[in-house]
C-alpha cells in the first residue's frame, strides 16, 4: 500500500510570512498533484509535476518534486488569507492500471 | 460551466434508510469516481466508472452501489445507512486516467447518519 504523509498536519500564520508544507512517501510516484480545498468546497487542481527535480511556480506558490520522486513540497511566499485551506498532495502511480492516491492534508490558516 | 454538481447538498438520514446522491457533470468526461472525506483520513476512494454502463470498486466500497446509465451522471446508493458512513462524499470526474487527466471535484454532499 502506497502511503502519502504530509506535514504538518496544521498551520496557523500571519499574512506574510513565508512557509513550506511536504508531501512524503517511500514509494515512487510517476506524478504529484497538489490540489487546494477550501471551506464548503471540493478540492481544485494546482499543479502537477511529473519529472524528479521539477520545479514549478504559480504566482507566490513554488511547487518542487523530489529528485527521487518520493516526495514534493510547496512553498508559500508572502501568505495572504486567501491562501487558507486544505492543500491536499496526491501521487499518481500505475501504467493502464493507473491509481490516484492522497495524502490527508495540511489545514493552513492565515490570519490577517 | 457548471463542471461537477452535486445534489444533494446536504442530507441526514436515520440508521437503515436508504439515499441516493447524484452527480452530474458536464465536460463529456469519461471517468467518474465517489470519494469520501473524513478527519484525519484524508480523501479515500469508495467506487469509480471508467466510462458508460461501466463500474468498479475503490478502498472502502462496502455499503454502497453506484450506478452510470448515462455518461454524464454517476449516482451512488447506500441501501441501508449506518453511523459509519456519516462522512462529506464528493463526486469527481476526469478526461482519462493519467498523470496528465486531472480530477474535478464536485462541492460535496455532507451526510449525516444518526
Known amino acids: 500500500t502506497q502511503l502519502l504523509e504530509q506535514s504538518p498536519q496544521f498551520l496557523s500564520i500571519q499574512e506574510g510570512e513565508n512557509l513550506t508544507v511536504y508531501c512524503n512517501s517511500s514509494s515512487v510516484f510517476s506524478s504529484l498533484q497538489w490540489y487546494r480545498q477550501e471551506p464548503g468546497e471540493g478540492p481544485v487542481l494546482l499543479v502537477t509535476?511529473?519529472?524528479?527535480?521539477e520545479v514549478k511556480k504559480l504566482k507566490r506558490l513554488t511547487f518542487q518534486f523530489g529528485d527521487a520522486r518520493k516526495d514534493s513540497s510547496l512553498h508559500i511566499t508572502a501568505a495572504q488569507p486567501g491562501d487558507t485551506g486544505l492543500y491536499l498532495c496526491?501521487?499518481?502511480?500505475?501504467?493502464?492500471?493507473?491509481?490516484?492516491?492522497f495524502g490527508k492534508g495540511t489545514l493552513l490558516t492565515v490570519n490577517p | 460551466n457548471a463542471g461537477v454538481t452535486q445534489t444533494p447538498k446536504f442530507r441526514v438520514l436515520k440508521t437503515g434508510q436508504s439515499m441516493t446522491l447524484l452527480c452530474a457533470q458536464d465536460?463529456?468526461?469519461?471517468?467518474m469516481y465517489w470519494y469520501r472525506q473524513d478527519p484525519g483520513m484524508g480523501l479515500r476512494l469508495i467506487h469509480y466508472s471508467v466510462g458508460e454502463g461501466t463500474t468498479a470498486k475503490g478502498e472502502v466500497p462496502d455499503g454502497y452501489n453506484v450506478s452510470r446509465l448515462k455518461k454524464q451522471n454517476f449516482l451512488l446508493g447506500l441501501e441501508s445507512a449506518a453511523p459509519s458512513q456519516t462522512s462529506v462524499y464528493f463526486c469527481?470526474?476526469?478526461?482519462?486516467?493519467?498523470?496528465?487527466?486531472?480530477?474535478?471535484f464536485g462541492n460535496g454532499t455532507r451526510l449525516t447518519v444518526t
Open positions: 465536460m463529456n468526461h469519461e471517468y
Open positions: 509535476v511529473v519529472t524528479g527535480g
Open positions: 469527481a470526474s476526469s478526461r482519462n486516467r493519467g498523470r496528465n487527466s486531472p480530477l474535478h
Open positions: 496526491a501521487g499518481g502511480s500505475g501504467g493502464s492500471n493507473y491509481k490516484l492516491t
